[in-house]
Structure formats: structure tokens, C-alpha cells
């Protein structure tokens, strides 16, 4: 099961941290992605975290604005967004690596307004 | 980057229907593709990986075929509980990309 925080309401310009705790697995042996969608679009992959070694990989779109960061002792894993922008208010989602990927968070909405 | 064409972007069916829905990579992605359901204000849950495994709990009605570069998504009998988005998923090479989504209503 993965559990995300809540929603989160931003100014343009501002930093997200997003949450996405993990249980009934071992959080250190699968990657780790974040996925989001815009209000009435399809899904974007953002990037991942290897929960194992802290390692990602970032779509091209996102490096430099996003940060993804886990810690072990608690199997969470962070996302961080900087410099947001009305584009960016969507949900966000963390989802476990398994033949593509398996299990999927709830979601958190991010809303971004001045 | 690899894109995935969907189609159709949505369809109207009845309950009882079979319906299919296809996505075309634009390049070789051996077996890593995908299917997921997408119900209104949910997340997506996966139905099919590996071109063709049936995720564990989903109903048979639900199959996945194709290869190389053509993957087809059957419902065989659609039930109500079917009326939802569909998108597939290619997870061969980064970054991995999503079908633009399938929209199955009700006829």
C-alpha cells in the first residue's frame, strides 16, 4: 500500500514536498515513480528513486525542478517540486516499479494560484 | 522518446459489448507494455502487464495482445462497472510514456 500526504495549495513560485509512505512491502527493494496529471488530462511520468541507493532518474522536462529523496528508516518517499507555476497544479502520484508499475498512492492534488 | 498513439480517444458501448482499444509505439518495446483503468477521481489501477498477464484480482473479460510495436486492450462483455479511461504504458526505455487515454461510456 502506498498513502500520500494531502492536498497542497501553493503561490506561483513556491516548493512542494510531496509524501508517499509505503508498507506491506520492503520499501528498499523496489524503485519508486511519480506520475501526475493535469485536471482533465492523461498521466505524465515525472521520474524515480531507487529507495536502495537514493539513485533517480528524471524525465528531461523536470530536471533541475524536481528532487526525489526517500527515507528508509520511516519507507517514505519525498518528491520535491520547485518554482511552481499554474501548469503545475495537478494530482501527483507515487507508484511502485513492478512490470511497469503495480500499486499506485491515492493521489495528492497540488493547486497552484496567486 | 518513445510516443504512444492511442486509439480511439473515446467510445460508446453497452453493457454485454466487446470492445477494443489499441496503442501504437513508435518504436520496438518487446513485451514492456501496460494497461490501466482509470475510474473518476481514482487512481489508475493496473489491468495488464507484460503485453498480455492478467493483473492478479481482475476479471478474465479483460485481455491484452500485440507485439513489437501494435498492443491491442479486448473487454470481452463490458460491464457496467468497465465504464471507465484506459491508457496504456511503455515502460521499455525512459522516459517511460502513457497512451493519451481511452474513454469508454455508455452507449
Known amino acids: 500500500q502506498l498513502v500520500q500526504s494531502g492536498a497542497e495549495v501553493k503561490k506561483p513560485g513556491a516548493s512542494v514536498m510531496l509524501s508517499c509512505k509505503a508498507s506491506?512491502?520492503?520499501?528498499?527493494?523496489?524503485?519508486m515513480h511519480w506520475v501526475r496529471q493535469a485536471p482533465g488530462q492523461g498521466l505524465e511520468w515525472m521520474g524515480r528513486?531507487?529507495?536502495?541507493?537514493?539513485?533517480?532518474d528524471y524525465a528531461q522536462k523536470f530536471q533541475g525542478r524536481v528532487t526525489m529523496t526517500r527515507d528508509s528508516s520511516i519507507n517514505t518517499a519525498y518528491m520535491e517540486v520547485s518554482s511552481l507555476t499554474p501548469n503545475d497544479s495537478a494530482i501527483y502520484y507515487c507508484?511502485?516499479?513492478?512490470?511497469?508499475?503495480?500499486?499506485w498512492g491515492q493521489g495528492t492534488a497540488v493547486t497552484v494560484s496567486s | 522518446d518513445i510516443q504512444m498513439t492511442q486509439s480511439p480517444s473515446s467510445l460508446s458501448a453497452s453493457v454485454g459489448d466487446r470492445v477494443s482499444i489499441t496503442c501504437r509505439a513508435s518504436?520496438?518495446?518487446?513485451?514492456?507494455l501496460g494497461w490501466y483503468q482509470q475510474r473518476p477521481g481514482e487512481a489508475p489501477k493496473r489491468l495488464i502487464y507484460?503485453?498480455?498477464k492478467l493483473q492478479t484480482g481482475v476479471p478474465s473479460r479483460f485481455s491484452g495482445s500485440g507485439s513489437g510495436t501494435e498492443f491491442t486492450l479486448t473487454i470481452n462483455s463490458l460491464q457496467p462497472e468497465d465504464f471507465a479511461t484506459y491508457f496504456c504504458?511503455?515502460?521499455?526505455?525512459?522516459?517511460?510514456?502513457f497512451g493519451q487515454g481511452t474513454k469508454v461510456e455508455i452507449k
Open positions: 507508484a511502485r516499479q513492478a512490470g511497469g508499475m503495480d500499486v
Open positions: 506491506g512491502f520492503t520499501f528498499t527493494s523496489s524503485f
Open positions: 528513486l531507487n529507495p536502495h541507493n537514493g539513485g533517480t
Open positions: 518504436q520496438g518495446i518487446r513485451e514492456d
Open positions: 507484460t503485453i498480455s
Open positions: 504504458l511503455q515502460y521499455y526505455s525512459f522516459p517511460w510514456t
